[in-house]
């Protein structure tokens, strides 16, 4: 959670070591953004956020796959200017941009850059995190509903496809054998080409990200911490 350089590596081998694994497919930076080295990790407020120091971090990233930890590095809600910025000196590039995406927050502008780079988009919170402090209403929208009913699909599998077909790759959260079931009935159909033009009309918003945003810290506003890439209400 610190996002320190000096922790990368140790943090990743305290984590094999609880896994009793030798390496891990994946390791991500979290987020852009730093903590207060005298932070417990399950006492951080916006207040102890500190500007990460992205490549030193990115050095001892790049120093885990090297040493055989993990098998790619990658990074996680990063915009394309940090996304621009990390490249301008990373030896390795990131694998993979895990962020939030759903017919809310489509991520238009970032896809593509992520593609033009190499970089494979990751999904999260593709359904809109209901039940979060942080979600957006895409279970509710009257507009999805409506494509479900046509297609005769749940509005989960209308979401889930229209990510699919965007290129992401998908996270998706359940432990119900059911809910399991009904997220794999994605590959035997499509959206049409209205549906997807009527998708791409929805006003686009995120999550909460007030938690980032503090006066004394980084990111004094919400826009600033996301760059300026998305509009819409937060």
Sequence with gaps: MHTLAACVVPA???TLWNLQMEYIDLYLVHFPLGVLPECPPSAVFAKDLVVMDMEG???EMEECQMLGLTKAIGVSNFTCKKLDSLLSFAIIPPKTNQVEVHPY????KLREFCKGKGIQMCAYSPLGANGTSWCSKVMDCPLLKQIALERGKTVARVCL???YEQGNCIIVKSFNERRLRENLGIFD???TDVDQQKI???LESRGCLD???HESGPYKTVDEFLDGEITGDN
Excluded: G, I, N, Y
């Excluded at 927050?105 to 238009?108: E, G, S, V």
């Design 12 to 14: 990743l081998r305290r």
């Design 211 to 213: 938690f980032f945003v």
């Design 57 to 59: 971090v990115w050095r």
């Design 189 to 191: 159909w499509e959206l």
């Design 200 to 202: 791409s009309t929805l």
């Design 161 to 163: 496809r229209w990510v």
């Design 105 to 108: 927050c489509r991520q238009d």
